[in-house]
C-alpha cells in the first residue's frame, strides 16, 4: 500500500477539486486534509505508471506530488542539512559578503551544490578567501544575516515530542551549527572547524573536512547507537553532497532542492517549508506541538 500526498505552499491554495480529480484518476482511496488548503493524501494500491507525468504536470500549479509506502512512515530520527535546508542562507556566502568577496565564493558555492566542483576543493578554495575575517564577524552574520527556514521550529518541535532523535549534519561551520542547533533543538550537530589565528579566520578549515561521505557516517554512527535502522530515518537537504543521507535513509526529501540533486530523489518538495516534512509523515496540523 502507498500513500499520495499533495503539497502546495503556506501562501497558496491547494485546491479541493484538484485533490479529488487526481485521487480519482490514480484510482485512490478517500482523501484526507492534513491542512486545509495547503496539504492532503490519500492511499493507493499500487504506484501509478504515469507518476512522473502527473508529478510534472502539478508543478505549474505550484503542487508537489510525493508518493511513498504507508508503512513506517512516521520517522524515529531525522538527520538534516543546515545551509539552505534549516537557515535560509549559505554561511560561507554570508561571511564572503562581509569579507568582499561575495560574488566569486557564491559562485563557487552553487557550482559545488549542483555537483559541478569536487566538495573538499571547494570549499577549501573558499575558506581561503575568508583569511584576516575578524571572528567577531561570525556573531554578526548570525544575528543579522541568518533566518531559520520557515517551518522548522515545528518540524523540530513535532518530532521530539513524539520521540524522535534530531541531529544536524553540515558541510559548513560549527561556528553556525552550534547556535542553529542549539536555536531549534537538535539533539547534536556536526560540521567543519573553522581554525583562526588569533582573533581573526587563518583561511584554513580543520581536516578530515565533513562532506558527502560524513553525512553517510552520520547516519550510520548515530541509527547504530540509537538501535535504529536507515528505514527509521528521514533526511533533508538540498546539495550534492547531501546525497548520499538522501538516497541511504527511509525517506529522503530534497528540499528546494538544486535540479541535479531533485533528479534523483523520489521525494521532492518545491513549494512547502520544513512543515512538509511532518505532512509527509502523515502529521495534520492540528497534531503539531506547541512552540
Excluded at 564577524?137 to 532523535?165: C, Q, S
Excluded at 521532492?268 to 512543515?275: A, H, I, M, Q, S
Aim: proline share 4%; charged share 20%; with cysteine.
Amino acid at each position: 500500500m502507498f500513500v499520495a500526498t499533495l503539497l502546495t505552499a503556506p501562501d497558496r491554495r491547494l485546491d479541493p477539486s484538484l485533490v479529488a480529480a487526481l485521487r480519482n484518476a490514480m484510482g485512490g482511496g478517500e482523501a484526507r486534509w492534513l491542512s486545509t488548503e495547503e496539504a492532503a493524501e490519500f492511499p493507493l494500491p499500487h504506484i501509478p505508471g504515469n507518476f512522473d507525468e502527473l508529478h510534472e504536470s502539478l508543478l505549474s500549479e505550484a503542487v508537489d506530488l510525493c508518493l511513498q509506502p504507508a508503512e513506517n512512515r512516521r520517522k524515529k530520527m531525522l538527520l538534516a542539512d543546515m545551509d539552505s535546508t534549516m537557515i535560509q542562507q549559505e554561511c560561507i556566502d554570508e561571511l564572503a559578503d562581509e569579507a568582499g568577496v561575495g560574488a566569486r565564493v557564491k559562485d563557487i558555492t552553487a557550482r559545488a551544490m549542483n555537483g559541478e566542483l569536487d566538495f573538499d576543493g571547494a570549499l577549501t578554495e573558499r575558506v581561503g578567501l575568508l583569511q584576516g575575517l575578524p571572528l567577531a564577524t561570525v556573531d554578526r552574520v548570525l544575528a543579522n544575516r541568518i533566518t531559520l527556514m520557515p517551518g522548522g521550529p515545528e518540524l523540530l518541535a513535532t518530532m521530539k515530542a513524539n520521540g524522535a532523535y534530531c541531529a544536524l549534519v553540515s558541510g559548513g561551520f560549527t561556528m553556525f551549527t552550534a547556535a542553529i542547533a542549539a536555536r531549534l533543538g537538535f539533539d547534536e550537530n556536526r560540521a567543519n572547524t573553522l581554525l583562526t589565528d588569533g582573533d581573526t579566520l587563518s583561511g584554513k578549515v580543520a581536516r578530515p573536512i565533513l562532506g558527502r561521505e560524513a553525512k553517510v557516517q552520520a547516519l550510520e554512527e548515530i541509527t547504530a547507537r540509537l538501535g535504529l535502522t536507515d528505514a527509521d530515518v528521514l533526511a533533508v537537504g538540498d546539495g550534492a553532497n547531501d546525497l548520499g543521507m538522501l538516497t541511504r535513509a527511509g525517506a529522503g526529501v530534497a528540499l528546494h532542492a538544486k535540479p541535479a540533486v531533485a533528479a534523483q530523489c523520489n521525494l521532492r518538495v518545491n513549494f512547502g517549508d520544513l512543515t512538509a516534512l511532518l505532512y509527509l509523515q502523515g502529521y495534520a496540523r492540528s497534531d503539531f506541538a506547541p512552540l
